[in-house]
């Protein structure tokens, strides 16, 4: 792969960088990434969200890949990463649209009829209505297709009975994206139907979960008898689990494990600044074995990632080896995290970003990987992933896969 920009590529990027610098606001130069987690609570923060995406979509810089018929600019996935860079070095809004514009977006082009898409694309698009993923359940996440919540024909009407959980965002969601089961008698990935659901009908109820952070960044998602017209159900009865893997296939390259680079550099600038023993922490070997170790991962991590998009950039699909992005760069990004705040000593365990915002940064950083490493796919099911697809060892045994799902077995065994 050219690391560099071509000449179109490299104008692409200049008229990137200008257009946000009449439009975004720069950032401070010892400004960290914005702390993503607990993005939403407040109401404020969500119309800064709405307003900056609906200017980005007004002047066409977002979905920068997405095709000209459906509000999209048709451009690369080169273009795309060149303009997120850029969008990077300006202090915008938290993104709330990655599962929407990055999951769901690609699924409705892929499954909707012509009235889902022209209903529902052009306000993703402009940001206007925000959309949530309502997949996994108490009993169904890494095994997301034994998933309970069931959807019961009544003439041109769904009704949907059960319980959804860590569904990021849906108490500040229009929409949501369901998957249920719609037959119990056919086996479990059969069984199953995918629905667009108001997330202010009655029958829905939203309960945010408070988490280790202190944010709610998700929530438990409750269905009782809630009614969703046969208008919204996505591709056919039974075919949920067809529908639903072009989500998930979207899933792991949209959320990734946030830029190591970032992270990779307010560790080397705090590792400056820090003093050991009457140095700069920096000229500590033990100090220097550590960055070492984090920079060669680093760069191992870009460096698959710019694979990835130049084979998407050739027309491929992202395939199982995207999930080396998220099973190395998550906990990395754990372990940095630790690493920078036994830098900071004492004061690593220091909270109040508008004080000490670098503290605030680390801590919520290594709070937040955790999750990063459970959301999208565990570490151990992205492991499986790359044993089973990418080096082809024998899978894993799978019993319940033909049988009707009414006679899996929930209880101890015999029960
Ligand atoms: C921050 C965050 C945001 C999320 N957002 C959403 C969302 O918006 N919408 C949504 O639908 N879901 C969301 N999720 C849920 C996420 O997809 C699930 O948590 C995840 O798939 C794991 O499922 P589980 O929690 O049920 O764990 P389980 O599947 O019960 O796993 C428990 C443990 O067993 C291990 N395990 C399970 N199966 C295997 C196996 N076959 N081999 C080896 N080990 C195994 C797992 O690795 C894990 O350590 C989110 C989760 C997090 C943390």
Same mark, same amino acid.
């Given at each position: ?17 200008? &257009? ?11 400004? !960290? ?18 307003? &900056? ?8 810089? /977002? ?21 997120? @860079? ?16 990055? +999951?769901? %977006? ?17 306000? +993703? ?61 056919? @086996?479990?990935?059969?069984?199953? !139907? ?29 269905? /009782? ?20 893997? *072009? /989500?998930? +296939? ?10 190591? @680079? ?11 600044? *820090?003093?050991?023993?009457?140095? =700069? ?71 109040? %970003?508008?004080?000490? =915002? ?6 919520? *950083? ?42 899996? =077995? *929930? ?5």
């Amino acid at each position: 792969m050219d690391f560099d920009d071509t000449p179109e590529e490299a104008d692409f990027r200049k008229k990137a960088h200008e &257009w946000l610098s009449k439009n975004a606001e720069v950032l401070p130069p010892d400004a !960290t990434a914005p702390i993503p987690l607990g993005e939403g609570e407040d109401e404020a923060d969500i119309a800064d969200c709405k307003r &900056w995406q609906a200017t980005k979509a007004d002047a066409g810089w /977002t979905c920068l890949t997405w095709p000209k018929e459906y509000g999209g600019q048709g451009l690369t996935s080169m273009h795309n990463a060149i303009f997120k @860079s850029e969008e990077a070095k300006f202090q915008v809004p938290a993104d709330v649209y990655t599962i929407g514009l990055g +999951m769901l %977006g690609p699924t409705l082009m892929a499954h909707g009829t012509d009235e889902q898409k022209a209903k529902y694309i052009p306000q +993703m698009i402009r940001g206007q209505e925000i959309w949530c993923q309502l997949f996994s359940e108490p009993s169904a996440g890494s095994d997301l297709a034994g998933l309970r919540t069931t959807a019961v024909r009544e003439g041109d009407e769904w009704v949907i009975n059960g319980q959804k959980i860590w569904s990021t965002g849906a108490h500040f969601c229009d929409w949501g994206m369901v998957v249920a089961r719609s037959d119990p008698n056919a @086996s479990k990935h059969a069984g199953l !139907t995918y629905f667009i659901v108001d997330m202010n009908a009655p029958g829905v109820e939203v309960r945010p979960i408070r988490q280790i952070n202190g944010a709610s960044g998700f929530n438990e998602v409750f269905f /009782t008898d809630a009614r969703v017209h046969d208008d919204n159900r996505l591709g056919a009865e039974g075919d949920g689990w067809r529908v639903a893997l *072009t /989500t998930l +296939m979207n899933e792991r390259v949209a959320i990734g494990a946030g830029s190591s @680079s970032g992270r990779l550099a307010s560790l080397f600038a705090l590792a400056r600044e *820090t003093q050991l023993r009457g140095s =700069p922490a920096i000229e500590d070997g033990a100090v220097r074995q550590r960055l070492a170790d984090f920079y060669v991962k680093s760069k191992g991590l870009v460096n698959t990632g710019y694979r990835t998009l130049s084979a998407i950039s050739r027309g491929a699909t992202p395939g199982p080896e995207g999930s080396i992005g998220k099973a190395i760069g998550a906990p990395m990004g754990q372990k940095m995290a630790a690493f920078a705040m036994e830098l900071q000593g004492p004061m690593g365990a220091a909270v109040e %970003g508008d004080i000490v =915002p670098q503290e605030a940064f680390w801590q919520d *950083t290594y709070l937040g990987m955790p999750g990063m490493r459970i959301a999208g796919g565990t570490d151990e099911i992205l492991k499986n992933i790359i044993a089973e697809r990418v080096l082809k060892l024998p899978p894993e045994i799978r019993v319940d896969k033909d049988k009707p799902f009414r006679d899996v =077995p *929930t209880g101890p065994p015999g029960k």
